[in-house]
């Protein structure tokens, strides 16, 4: 009798372990493809948001390169049609409206990540002051700019291009991840 009971305890040990193994087996295979597709979710938010914020940067600082190609325009058309404002409150207004644009799509980069975008993100806020505040600054002079006035304007687009080139290759190194199962 005892070589059945030993027969039962193994055939039953068995079952269990098999049971329990194919539980936890498929229970992992549900789990790591509910990762997979969260991640390659999570990839699309992020790129559709990348993707948003790289148009409305290259949109914001054209706006900005355009004030400037038309300066002297502005400063002596514009400026006699509107009653009472002053030249710097209208280029601050303009820029103001400019780099609030860009507020939006950098939360949504900001809230997607991961940490080496948002540190990209960081970069083109830093960038994007500066050249907003001399169009501003040079404004407020109210009168012709002379080259000297101008000469930090170009480098300060090749920061904000500096900035935006990060951004791209965080961006790039970001997206190269796939989703992945088990992380």
């Known amino acids: 009798m005892n070589e059945a009971w030993a027969a039962v305890v193994a ?8 049971l329990a193994g ?9 789990t790591d493809q509910a990762d997979v597709e969260h991640g390659q979710w999570q990839r699309g938010q992020r790129l559709e948001a990348y993707l948003a914020l790289l148009d409305a940067w290259d949109a ?25 404002d002053e030249f710097g409150d209208v280029i601050a207004a303009r820029t ?7 507020k939006r799509p950098m939360e949504r980069v900001d809230l997607l ?10 970069g083109l806020r830093t960038a994007i002051e500066p050249v907003a ?12 700019a002379t080259p000297q006035d101008w000469e930090p304007w170009e480098s300060l687009l090749q920061q904000a ?23």
């Open 11 to 18: 055939a039953v040990a068995a079952g269990v372990f098999a």
């Open 133 to 144: 505040k001399h169009l501003v600054r040079m404004a407020i002079k109210e009168e012709r």
């Open 161 to 183: 291009d500096s900035a935006r080139a990060k951004l791209a290759s965080a961006v790039k190194a970001a997206l190269k991840v796939s989703p992945r199962p088990g992380k």
């Open 60 to 84: 914001a600082v054209g706006k900005l390169t355009d004030i400037a190609a038309d300066w002297d325009h502005q400063l002596y058309g514009e400026v006699e049609q509107r009653a009472g």
């Open 113 to 122: 990540g991961p940490p080496a975008v948002e540190d990209a993100v960081a």
């Open 22 to 30: 194919g539980y936890y087996g498929s229970r992992r295979q549900t």
């Open 96 to 102: 103001g409206r400019i780099t609030a644009d860009l």
